[in-house]
């Protein structure tokens, strides 16, 4: 069974805090990402990676950013958390080829306060 | 860009069959996907249509796809409490990689 998992199920952090959120998925999948979930938004796309070293801007860019150093791990990393990024993030990996089947980690629930 | 539409919030009776409708508006879209969200947990996939596709079953699934209309809808029949979750429709775009657009999605509550 794919296994991706998720540095923390509950955070909470204050306005400016630097916040890492670390995602580690344990299939040798190529591509990973990034998604923050709003009620009523749905699932929007902030970064994702094709490859170690690799990344691309999502839908959502501003005020994130992504470490892909190792295949099996993908960081986003809020360089100076501010309200508006209080959101459940959810991680997800796939095969190259079969996006029929992204994987999803729990989800990591971020209040900034 | 693209755009996947659904509404909010869809409320049954167990037994009853339950619709969940979603529309898109990218023409090249190549797959079309249904995933289902739990409480507490992330996305699991249910089932996916191919584009040159009309139609396809699953047990208790059935997904139809108006590729003229751009419409997309889920069908659950015998519905149950434990299909209560939250159901998001996806597409993949011809030449976009393995990237996905999530809808809205649709919360379903199944009431005895």
């Known amino acids: 069974d794919v296994k991706v998992t998720q540095s923390s199920r509950y955070l909470v952090k204050r306005t400016g805090e630097k916040v890492f959120l670390e995602c580690v998925q344990d299939?040798?999948?190529?591509?990973m990402f990034w998604y923050r979930q709003d009620p009523g938004l749905g699932l929007r796309l902030i970064y994702f990676?094709?490859?170690?070293?690799?990344?691309e801007k999502g839908d959502i860019p501003e005020g994130y950013s992504v470490s892909r150093e190792k295949k099996e791990r993908f960081s986003l990393i809020l360089e100076s958390a501010s309200t508006n990024q209080t959101s459940m993030y959810l991680c997800?990996?796939?095969?190259?080829?079969?996006?029929?089947?992204?994987?999803f980690g729990p989800g990591t629930r971020l209040t900034v306060t | 860009g693209e755009d996947v539409e659904q509404s909010l919030f869809l409320s049954v009776r167990e037994g009853d069959s339950s619709v969940i409708n979603c529309t898109y508006t990218?023409?090249?879209?190549?797959?079309l996907y249904w995933y289902k969200q739990e409480p507490g947990a992330g996305l699991q996939l249910l089932t996916y249509i191919f584009s040159n596709m009309d139609m396809k079953q699953d047990q208790r699934l059935t997904v139809l796809l108006n590729k003229k209309d751009k419409h997309l809808s889920l069908r659950i029949a015998d519905t149950q409490t434990g299909d209560s979750a939250i159901y998001f429709c996806a597409e993949r775009e011809e030449g976009g990689g393995n990237k996905l657009t999530f809808g809205t999605g649709t919360q379903l509550k199944v009431e005895l």
């Open positions: 997800a990996s796939t095969l190259t080829g079969r996006a029929y089947e992204q994987y």
């Open positions: 299939m040798d999948h190529e591509n």
């Open positions: 990218d023409s090249s879209s190549t797959y």
């Open positions: 990676s094709y490859d170690v070293k690799m990344k």
